[in-house]
């Protein structure tokens, strides 16, 4: 079943975003070259719970941390650990809040340090693609022409779109319905009505789309070992166009400040 929040439910749920806003913000300046991935968590894990927020990830299904990282190869969940990044490395960081009861989710992939060319243009086009999927999110239009507009975007780049994981509604729970593929047909799926909020978040791969599960039992990884960005935001339909209430004051396209959320 999908739920439509009121707008009093999106304003905490941007109150959410808010602090997700902010942590991942301090993450992504904190990001260097011989620092571990723990540290970063330990750096998120305050910076939630120092805004009155609670790490969502921390316990869900078992997921012993407060953010996913994944490195270069690693396209989600990653977990953070003893891993030191090193200069050249791409990461991507996913983080989510609880606030009074509501989640925000919201992801970036980061330079480590200066990377190469090809790897600065993935992580480019795959910002582009969530923008290009927000832009979609317009009363009136369907979840596919979101999955559409991503697809065609990353696939005219000669990327590959990972179908394994998806997007998805957020609210109360982290994942609601419905799912948000970054592929398919525009003109398909659920309709977007005002108060639907929905995580975007293109998983872009540099070689082959395919994808497996380390053994871990959480990091998904490209099979051919090539690399993949994810970004992400939380993004509520209104009637005056999608609201972003994960949007950052550092690291955002240009584009985004037109779906910043003014109430
Ligand atoms: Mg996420
Ligand atoms: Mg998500």
Not at 40 to 45: H, K, P, R, S, T
Request: aromatic share 4%.
């Amino acid at each position: 079943m999908i739920t439509l929040k009121s707008p009093r439910e999106i304003e905490t749920m941007r109150r959410s975003g808010k602090i997700t806003a902010a942590v991942l913000g301090e993450l992504m300046q904190a990001v260097q070259p011989g620092m571990t991935t723990r540290d970063l968590d330990e750096l998120a894990e305050r910076g939630i719970r120092s805004r009155g927020g609670e790490p969502t990830f921390k316990g869900y299904r078992g997921f012993p941390a407060s953010i996913c990282t994944s490195v270069n190869a690693e396209v989600v969940h990653g977990i953070p650990g003893d891993y030191t990044l090193r200069e050249g490395d791409l990461l991507s960081i996913d983080i989510g809040t609880t606030y009074e009861g509501y989640v925000s989710d919201s992801a970036v992939t980061v330079p480590v340090g200066a990377v190469g060319a090809e790897a600065a243009r993935l992580l480019d086009v795959t910002q582009q693609c969530l923008m290009l999927g927000i832009e979609q999110m317009q009363v009136g239009k369907f979840v596919g022409d979101i999955g559409a507009a991503v697809q065609a975007h990353a696939e005219g780049q000669g990327y590959g779109v990972v179908r394994e994981l998806v997007g998805h509604g957020v609210g109360r729970a982290m994942h609601e319905e419905p799912q948000v593929p970054n592929y398919g047909k525009a003109g398909s799926g659920p309709a977007l009505r005002p108060g639907l909020v929905l995580a975007v978040e293109p998983m872009i791969t540099q070689g082959d789309r395919q994808v497996d599960i380390h053994k871990d039992g959480w990091t998904v990884v490209t099979t051919d070992g090539m690399l993949a960005a994810h970004f992400e935001h939380t993004i509520a339909v209104t009637l005056a166009g999608p609201r972003i209430l994960t949007l950052r004051e550092i690291g955002e396209h240009p584009d985004a400040e037109k779906y910043r959320n003014h109430r």
